[in-house]
């Protein structure tokens, strides 16, 4: 293909990703009087963000700083600089003050108060452009150009052909691999990698999980509440948590997603993976036998297990419920006997699901891995090995929790590197 080269335009800044990390350093560093042009693959910026939170975007989590970092899965040390910078307090005042109402809602989660991802998104790049950084859509940065160790520029493709661009810095905040359909395609880690990044191996983490059980379909729809579950890797318990879990078929829902990073490690190092469910958290197992024998003797001798079950269970739960203590539901409880009743309590208590496989990026809420850490400096999100490179966002190596902890990720590495480049004399 023919490229195109128009004649060379000059910013001090040029960012790669429109997302909520590019949006954010877009506008603090166009403030101060930067000149910045903000590239944006897709056809409107914050594609991932409009989605986010099934449409709501959860935007941030107000917990106390120690408590925020706890649920910082990965390069929680490297990440405390930004948060304390651009703090979860500081991003709910920010988006108040450009007309965006705001709720907290169970779990300490921030939401737009009309319950629209749009609002968010439409907000952030209204304030960017007043600032007057240029937002170009369309248009994705090919190549990043360097000249003793320093950036120099980039080339971008735009409708119109290859344009060469002439800067002292470059901020790559292309996203990860999820959600590829939003514009996070993985383009930020082969730039990274030419400029001499290490890339640690990219995984999907807030996914939901393949179950191995053949009944798995005609659980599809049914949700649980309240329940405590455990990840089980070889037969050791990983990680615990207690909430919701969906079947969709797949296995969805809060508490899932939260043990998925540690369940598609496991997978992928072939270990064998259980989820291990409590579906009676409040009962111990001795008080639920006694429920249970109360039960049958409710009951009655002529009725069958599948009644008893009824009264303790999902319907959909039943089949495998039964299957799993060894019971047919016809079988009449004038059979059971006292250790058969403690069979039915210790499954109710422990009910292993198989985990055979995780769902792709495509269904992936965050990505796992990403530019190491370790070669930027933590306090101006500047790359270590070349001058006037900066990364923010879901590139890196860094992930968290669901709960809002991923976008202000976004939010706080956005604002320090817009910060810094802000405050470079032009």
Not at 394 to 415: F, K, P, R, V
Request: aromatic share 4%; charged share 25%; hydrophobic share 40%.
């Amino acid at each position: 293909m023919l490229e195109i080269f128009s004649l060379v335009r000059h910013y001090d800044l040029i960012i790669a990703g429109g997302g909520a990390a590019g949006i954010m350093a877009a506008g603090v560093a166009a403030s101060a009087g930067r000149k910045v042009l903000l590239c944006e693959r897709m056809e409107k910026p914050q594609r991932k963000v409009r989605i986010s939170g099934k449409g709501r975007c959860n935007l941030t989590n107000m917990r106390s700083e120690a408590e925020f970092l706890k649920k910082i899965r990965r390069s929680a040390e490297f990440f405390a600089p930004a948060l304390r910078r651009f703090s979860n307090a500081e991003t709910v005042e920010f988006f108040r003050r450009i007309g965006v109402p705001l709720s907290v809602e169970r779990g300490k989660r921030v939401f737009p108060a009309s319950g629209k991802a749009w609002d968010v998104a439409e907000a952030h790049i209204g304030w960017c452009r007043r600032q007057g950084a240029e937002i170009a859509c369309l248009t994705r940065v090919r190549e990043i150009h360097t000249d003793g160790g320093r950036i120099a520029g980039a080339t971008v493709q735009t409708p119109q052909g290859t344009e060469r661009i002439a800067a002292p810095n470059v901020l790559l905040a292309t996203g990860g691999a999820s959600y590829p359909a939003t514009g996070s395609s993985g383009d930020g880690y082969l730039l990274a990698h030419k400029l001499g990044h290490t890339i640690v191996e990219i995984r999907p983490s807030l996914t939901p999980l393949v179950s191995g059980l053949p009944e798995t379909d005609r659980l599809k729809g049914l949700a649980l509440r309240n329940v405590a579950a455990k990840l089980v890797v070889d037969g050791e318990t990983t990680q615990q948590e207690f909430g919701e879990l969906e079947f969709t078929p797949f296995l969805s829902g809060p508490i899932v997603l939260r043990m998925s990073r540690r369940a598609v490690d496991a997978l992928i190092e072939e270990c064998r993976v259980e989820l291990e469910i409590d579906l009676k958290p409040a009962l111990d197992r001795s008080k639920l036998a006694d429920r249970i024998a109360r039960e049958i003797g409710s009951l009655g001798p002529q009725a069958e297990i599948r009644q008893l079950l009824r009264r303790l269970l999902p319907p959909q739960l039943i089949p495998l419920a039964a299957a799993t203590c060894r019971l047919s539901p016809s079988q009449l409880l004038a059979s059971l006997d006292k250790r058969d009743g403690e069979r039915i309590a210790s499954v109710l208590k422990s009910l292993r699901i198989p985990v055979s496989d995780y769902r792709p990026f495509s269904e992936a809420i965050v990505t796992a891995g990403g530019v190491s850490t370790e070669e930027v400096d933590p306090e101006t999100m500047q790359s270590r090995l070349v001058g006037g490179l900066y990364l923010a966002g879901e590139l890196l190596d860094i992930d968290a929790d669901t709960g809002g902890y991923n976008l202000q990720i976004a939010y706080s590495t956005g604002h320090l590197a817009g910060e810094l480049l802000a405050s470079q004399p032009i």
